[in-house]
C-alpha cells in the first residue's frame, strides 16, 4: 500500500518518525543494488548501537526490539494461517546485527499478509530471533522499491550512524546537523521526514532544541504544503523558542495565503494531470499531490480512480486511505465488484479499512466469509472499521469458524489487544471513538 512515509511495521505501514500521537510508501530504484548473488554479507558496523539514552525516534522506539537489520531480497514467500507469512529471504547487506554465517538464507515470519516483498522484491527487515528457534521475526519492514526509497534507506542508516556514536552529546550534534540540512533538501521525503523526526525529538528530548534551531525550522514552516508536515514544524519551533521570547511563526505558505496556494497547486496538478498520456507520470502527480495538498488533493484522487490505468487507479486509492478522503469510499467501494485486477482489489479492501468506511461493511463482511483471496484482508478491514455493524460481523465469522487459527485471529481483533497495537501503529489516536469498541 502507498505510504507517505513508512516503516512499516508487520501489521502497518508506519514511519521512520512518524507524527507523535498520531502516525505510512516513498520506494528505491532497485537498480541502486546488484541483481546478481552478492559477495558474502558485510559484517555490521563496528561500533555497536548505543541502548542507554537514544536520540533518534529509531532509537527509542525499534532499535531496543531488532537484533538485526539487513537488506534482503525474498527467494520464497508461503502464506500461511491465521493470516501470518513466512519468507526465505537472501541477505544483501547487513546494517545492525550478525547475520548468521552458516546459512545463505535466513527464515523470516511476519504477522500480516501483504507486507513482507513478493519473490525477487527487496526490503529493509528489522527483525528480532523467536524463541527457542533458528528463524526471525519481524518488527518494522521498510520496502526499498520504487519513489521515495532511497531517502529511506538514507535516513535509516544515518540515525544508525547517530546512535552508534558513544557520546551522547556527539549523537544529539549529529543528528541536528542532519535535520538542518535535511529541512533544506529538494527531496520531499526527506524535507517530511525530517519534520517528523524534529517533531519527536521536540517531545521527547526538549532540552536538546534551541536557538541554532529556529531560523532553519522557521524557513521550512514558510515553505511547507502538507499540513501535517507543517504542524510537526511548528511544534519544534515552539520548543525550540520557548526561551527566547519570540514571537511565535505561523504555519504560512510561500504566498502567505496557504489555503490559496493549495487551491492553485492544485488546478495545476489537474490541468497536468488531464493534459499527459503518460501513466507513470499521471500516478506521480497523484502520490506528489497527496504529499504536498493532503486532503485537498482528494478531486484530484477522485479523477485518479476512474483512470484507465490500473496503476494509477491503485495509486489514488492508497492516497486516498493516506490523507483520509472518506468522500471517495464509494468509488473504492465499486472497485470490489468490477473486474479490476488483484493486486488492486486487496488494495481497495485495505483502504476501506484504514479509512473506517461504515458503508463498506455489508460487502467487506461477504468478502471475509467467501473464502477467496481477500478473506484475510477483509477480516482486518472489519476489525479497522470497527463499528457496531463491523464488530456483529467479526462475532459472526469468530462463531462460525471452524478452523482454530482463524478463531484465534478473529478474537485477537475483536480485543482490546488489537486496539492497542493500531493505536501503537498510529493507526488510531486515542480519542478515536473506535478506541472505545
Known amino acids: ?17 512518524p507524527d507523535p500521537g498520531t502516525s505510512k510508501v516513498a520506494n528505491l530504484d532497485p537498480a541502486v543494488f546488484e ?19 537514544p536520540v533518534t525516534h529509531l532509537g527509542r522506539t525499534v532499535l531496543p526490539d531488532a537484533e538485526l537489520v539487513i537488506l534482503a531480497r525474498t527467494e520464497r514467500l508461503t502464506p500461511a494461517q491465521a493470516g501470518i507469512e513466512i519468507a526465505r529471504v537472501e541477505p544483501l547487506r547487513t546494517l545492525h546485527g550478525a547475520a548468521p554465517t552458516d546459512e545463505s538464507t535466513l527464515t523470516v515470519i511476519c504477522g500480516e499478509p501483504g507486507i513482507l516483498p513478493g519473490p525477487g522484491g527487496q526490503a529493509l527487515l528489522i527483525l528480532r530471533r523467536r524463541p527457542r528457534s533458528p528463524n526471525h521475526e519481524t518488527v518494522q519492514v521498510v520496502p526499498v522499491s520504487g519513489k521515495g526509497g532511497a531517502e529511506r534507506l538514507e535516513a535509516f542508516e544515518l540515525y544508525l550512524d547517530v546512535e552508534g556514536l558513544p ?27 525530517a519534520a517528523l523526526e524534529y517533531a519527536s525529538l521536540a517531545a521527547a ?6 536557538g541554532a534551531d529556529i531560523a532553519p525550522l522557521r524557513s521550512a514552516i514558510l515553505s511547507a504544503r502538507n ?5 510537526a514544524l511548528q511544534r519544534a519551533l515552539a520548543v525550540a523558542e520557548r526561551d527566547t521570547g519570540a514571537r511565535p511563526t505561523t504555519a504560512r505558505g510561500p ?51 476512474a483512470d484507465p490505468d490500473a496503476r ?15 468522500s471517495l469510499t464509494e468509488p473504492i467501494l465499486g472497485m470490489l465488484t468490477g473486474d479490476d485486477p488483484l493486486p488492486l482489489r486487496r488494495s481497495a479492501v485495505r483502504a476501506l479499512g484504514y479509512l473506517a468506511a461504515p458503508s463498506a461493511v455489508p460487502t467487506l463482511s461477504l468478502m471475509a466469509r467467501g473464502g477467496g483471496a481477500l478473506e484475510k484482508d477483509a477480516t482486518f478491514a472489519l476489525a479497522r472499521v470497527r463499528d457496531e455493524p463491523a464488530l456483529l460481523a467479526l462475532e459472526g465469522l469468530r462463531d462460525a469458524a471452524t ?16 486496539v492497542e497495537q493500531e493505536r501503537g501503529l498510529g493507526r488510531m489516536r486515542s480519542d478515536d471513538p473506535r478506541s472505545s469498541r
Open 1 to 17: 500500500m502507498f505510504a507517505l512515509l513508512l516503516l512499516g511495521a508487520c501489521a502497518s505501514e508506519d514511519s521512520i518518525a
Open 35 to 53: 541483481a546478481g548473488r552478492p559477495a558474502p554479507v558485510p559484517a555490521a558496523r563496528d561500533v555497536p548501537v548505543s541502548r542507554d539514552i
Open 167 to 193: 557520546d551522547e552529546a556527539e549523537r544529539v550534534e549529529r543528528l541536528l546537523d542532519y535535520l538542518r540540512d535535511a529541512l533544506r533538501d529538494p527531496r520531499r521525503w526527506t524535507r517530511a521526514n
Open 205 to 210: 528530548r526538549p532540552d536538546d532544541l534551541g
Open 227 to 231: 499540513p501535517g508536515t507543517r504542524n
Open 255 to 305: 504566498s502567505r495565503d496557504p489555503a490559496r496556494a493549495d487551491t492553485a497547486a492544485l488546478a495545476a496538478a489537474v490541468e497536468e494531470f488531464d493534459a499527459t498520456e503518460d501513466a507513470a507520470k499521471r500516478r506521480d502527480l497523484v502520490l506528489d499531490a497527496a504529499v504536498d495538498l493532503g486532503r485537498r488533493s482528494t478531486p484530484l484522487l477522485r479523477r485518479a480512480l
Open 312 to 326: 494509477v487507479r491503485e495509486a489514488g486509492i492508497a492516497a486516498a486511505a493516506e490523507v483520509g478522503a472518506r
Open 403 to 418: 478452523d482454530a487459527e482463524r478463531r484465534r485471529l478473529i478474537a485477537f481483533l475483536l480485543s482490546d489487544a488489537f
